[in-house]
């Protein structure tokens, strides 16, 4: 099946820092990207839908400025939490899927991010 | 976009039972996905049915979809402990986003 590769895995940044989660398609074109954030046992939160060439859809509630999504290539999605604080401290996965309305949606590992 | 709501929200059986889960949503859809989540991984996505389709097979996976009661099951049978995972269904409809409910989160004791 198709791949997406998520990257870091863990990460640990210092409070007011920024830090970059990318999301890549490795065997396919997802016009696509999702970005979820997950709290430990509970479900995931979708953030924002992420379109390539153009700006991201963000989910009601979720502030644009500290999330910053940029989806420059047909197999490249970044998520960038800027200033970060140890609210931001959660587990964030994204997925991606080729076009068309009827097809699954392909997960990336998910990177753990803790913010000291 | 909507999320389907899965039930029990969690299931604990033996090793070698059969494993059911239900989801329920309440608009029309295209289609309904379901998709399995280890603890402290991306989900795996696990099988489609679309909403001309009653019931699809994969392996030691059932789905089932009735769409006059809005409902879906997943069965798992012979359940192994490499099953025991939060599972999660998603149904779509117009919109492409992919949203989930609480999950079922199943346990497959030896």
């Known amino acids: 099946g198709a791949v997406v590769s998520q990257h870091p895995s863990r990460v640990i940044c210092k409070s007011g820092t920024s830090v970059k989660i990318e999301c890549r398609s490795l065997d396919f074109q997802a016009t696509t990207m999702f970005w979820y954030r997950q709290f430990p046992k509970q479900s995931l939160m979708l953030m924002a839908t992420?379109?390539?060439?153009?700006?991201?859809?963000?989910e009601q509630g979720v502030e644009k400025d500290k999330f910053l999504i940029n989806h420059a290539s047909l197999t490249l999605s970044t998520l960038t939490v800027t200033s970060a604080h140890p609210e931001d401290s959660s587990f964030y996965i994204c997925?991606?899927?080729?076009?068309?309305?009827?097809?699954?949606?392909?997960f990336g590992q998910g990177t753990r991010l803790t913010v000291v | 976009s909507q999320q389907g709501e899965e039930d029990p929200q969690a299931l604990s059986i033996q090793e070698g039972e059969n494993a059911t889960m239900n989801c329920s949503y309440k608009?029309?859809?295209?289609?309904l996905q379901w998709y399995r989540q280890n603890s402290g991984r991306g989900l795996v996505h696990l099988i489609l049915?679309?909403?001309?389709?009653r019931e699809k097979h994969s392996g030691r996976l059932r789905v089932t979809l009735d769409t006059s009661k809005k409902s879906s099951s997943l069965l798992i049978t012979a359940s192994r402990a490499a099953d025991t995972a939060s599972y999660f269904c998603a149904p779509l409809g117009g919109a492409q986003k992919l949203v989930f409910g609480q999950g079922t989160r199943l346990t497959i004791n030896p």
């Open positions: 608009t029309s859809i295209n289609n």
């Open positions: 997925s991606a899927r080729e076009q068309g309305a009827d097809t699954e949606a392909f």
């Open positions: 992420s379109n390539e060439g153009s700006k991201a859809t963000y």
């Open positions: 049915i679309r909403s001309n389709e």
